[in-house]
């Protein structure tokens, strides 16, 4: 099974869970579906989803029942060479994580790439010769799938650094990056009435 269709499974699976909970024993038949022997409920774990048992005896996923202020939530910044993830590459990798209001934790490398076009150092301030002796993506993705643990994946248009991020993880990790996903792009436009909606817009108007 392709490991892309893997994921839309998992996915499915999540989305799923989302909606109900399920018997261990419902969960672990719709697991077996997935033909690969490893898929089981401590491989997503290790991927960034988080089970819990219910008092009813059910399986659900921990995050819809955690309370807001108990939640971990790291927010991640990625700088790259290009916006496509097949053919460019991760440059910087940028988080903090956040729980009840405060700074838990914080993480930030910069990642050993074969170039930098000039419009990118431009734009990110960051020269090739600034990453000669940085990590490599193998080495920097596996700090950051320490880092986020089963915390919330938390990103300004979240699809482009989770779906970057998310190849990669396939790529050099095996493993795909399940954590829950949260697009503060997207609950700027469902909360405030704007023309506007870029970081830097929100950091001049709410003054950050």
């Known amino acids: 099974?392709?490991?892309?269709?893997?994921?839309?499974?998992?996915?499915?699976?999540?989305?799923?869970?989302?909606?109900?909970?399920?018997?261990?024993?419902?969960?672990?038949?719709?697991?077996?579906?997935?033909?690969?022997?490893?898929?089981?409920?401590?491989?997503?774990?290790?991927?960034?989803?988080?089970?819990?048992?219910t008092s009813e005896n059910l399986?659900?996923?921990?995050?819809?029942?955690?309370?807001?202020?108990?939640?971990?939530?790291?927010?991640?910044?990625?700088?790259?060479?290009?916006?496509?993830?097949?053919?460019?590459?991760?440059?910087?990798?940028?988080?903090?994580?956040?729980?009840?209001?405060?700074?838990?934790?914080?993480?930030?490398?910069?990642?050993?790439?074969?170039?930098?076009?000039d419009y990118i150092s431009d734009l990110t301030g960051i020269a090739y010769e600034d990453t000669l002796n940085a990590p490599s993506v193998y080495e920097a993705l596996q700090e950051l799938r320490l880092f986020l643990g089963n915390s919330v994946f938390v990103a300004h248009n979240a699809n482009f650094d989770y779906n970057f991020l998310g190849r990669y993880f396939v790529e050099k990790l095996h493993c795909p990056l399940l954590n829950l996903k949260l697009c503060t792009l997207d609950l700027s436009r469902r909360a405030i009435l704007s023309m506007r909606y870029s970081l830097s817009f929100f950091k001049r108007a709410f003054r950050v």
Do not use: W
């Open 1 to 53: 099974m392709p490991i892309n269709l893997l994921h839309k499974d998992i996915q499915a699976l999540i989305a799923r869970l989302k909606n109900q909970d399920l018997s261990l024993g419902m969960l672990e038949k719709s697991l077996s579906r997935l033909i690969y022997d490893e898929i089981n409920l401590e491989y997503l774990k290790a991927c960034g989803l988080n089970f819990i048992e």
């Open 59 to 117: 399986i659900t996923l921990k995050n819809l029942k955690t309370p807001l202020k108990d939640e971990v939530f790291s927010f991640i910044d990625l700088e790259t060479t290009g916006s496509c993830p097949i053919k460019h590459e991760i440059l910087e990798i940028g988080a903090v994580q956040v729980s009840g209001g405060k700074i838990i934790n914080r993480f930030e490398t910069l990642v050993k790439v074969k170039s930098v076009p």
